[in-house]
């Protein structure tokens, strides 16, 4: 027993020697880019929380940044397996209470196994404010009347900037983040992660399709015209995704959002394991299921009931309201 302590001990020590060399690698490597994050959000003044959540380990903002309307998220990064000998070892313990065989203690690690995921959405809009902020939802039904009614009426007279995905398409943004590209232009995506990814384990993978073709607001927008754009989104998605991260489409859960965060065709890629935001039923759409209907009935999502929630501060929600549909 005393010499396999000893063995514990003499591993921890070369580990703690080489948790120190990694730091000053790390440090050395980021310079730069590390001294402008921390001037960006020394100059931020915080106005109020929107939201927080203690089991997503997450923060949401909203404040101003030299003089500009901004929303940051702040969301603790997920433990990884390769960091846990490192965490263990080299990381210092305050202990907090001991009862029998069960203690409890405040484990501070190194600075770099500690890290925070920022984004920063600067100038930020009501829209970006509302967003983020916690409250109350409402299931809304949409006839294939009520799009054509209230809710297209809606998203045209709002007029929802765009232009970020845009850029995207363009590669004027995000160019080195493109994990897949088809460029024709009537059946090609850009494949890239989305933020909520950190792209440092596979638990919470979770990508994004952004078609090429432009006009295509939502699911509503679809017909059999649109099949074998979504075939091939399904296919190359899944292709690009199994020779990256080597996880098959069994693994995958490949869908659309009813009604989407923003108005222009994107598709979702999450591990199945994973449940993110909006994987639910009554928003989550399986890219499958779309085809088929597709093939089934060529105006299947015209005229489809469709069912979506609504936050109580959705301008739509105000609208179905107004038209008592609710």
């Known amino acids: 027993m005393a010499e396999i302590s000893a063995k514990r001990a003499a591993d921890c020590l070369e580990l ?85 065989i069960y203690s409890t203690y405040r484990l501070q690690p190194s600075p770099h196994l500690n890290e925070i995921k920022t984004t920063v959405i600067c100038p930020a809009t009501e829209k970006h404010v509302k967003k983020f902020q916690r409250q109350e939802s409402f299931l809304v039904e949409e006839t294939g009347n009520d799009y054509q009614s209230i809710t297209l009426p809606y998203i045209q007279k709002q007029s929802f900037s765009i232009q970020w995905v845009y850029n995207i398409l363009d590669k004027k943004a995000e160019a080195e983040r493109i994990v897949f590209e088809d460029p024709d232009q009537e059946v090609g995506f850009i494949l890239l992660p989305d933020f909520k990814w950190d792209q440092t384990q596979l638990d919470d993978l979770y990508l994004i399709a952004i078609v090429h073709q432009r006009g295509i607001k939502s699911l509503r927008d679809l017909t059999s015209d649109h099949v074998p754009l979504l075939q091939n989104i399904s296919q190359k998605g899944k292709e690009a995704i199994l020779q990256h991260y080597k996880l098959p489409d069994s693994k995958l859960r490949v869908y659309l959002h009813y009604q989407p965060s923003y108005y222009h065709l994107h598709v979702h890629f999450t591990v199945l394991g994973f449940e993110a935001a909006g994987c639910n039923v009554e928003r989550a759409h399986l890219l499958a299921d779309v085809i088929q209907n597709l093939q089934a009935d060529p105006q299947y999502y015209k005229n489809r009931t469709l069912y979506c929630p609504l936050r109580a501060d959705d301008g739509l929600l105000s609208e179905f309201k107004e038209a008592g549909r609710l």
Do not use: W, Y
């Open 16 to 100: 703690s020697e080489k948790v120190k060399r990694t730091k000053e690698e790390t440090e050395n490597a980021r310079g730069e880019a590390e001294d402008e994050s921390e001037n960006i959000l020394s100059a931020f003044r915080t106005r109020t929380v929107l939201s927080e959540s203690a089991r997503e380990k997450t923060i949401f903002v909203h404040g101003k940044l030299a003089d500009q309307e901004a929303v940051v998220i702040l969301e603790k990064t997920p433990i990884r397996q390769e960091a846990v000998a490192e965490l263990l070892c080299g990381s210092t313990l305050k202990l907090e209470m001991r009862n029998d």
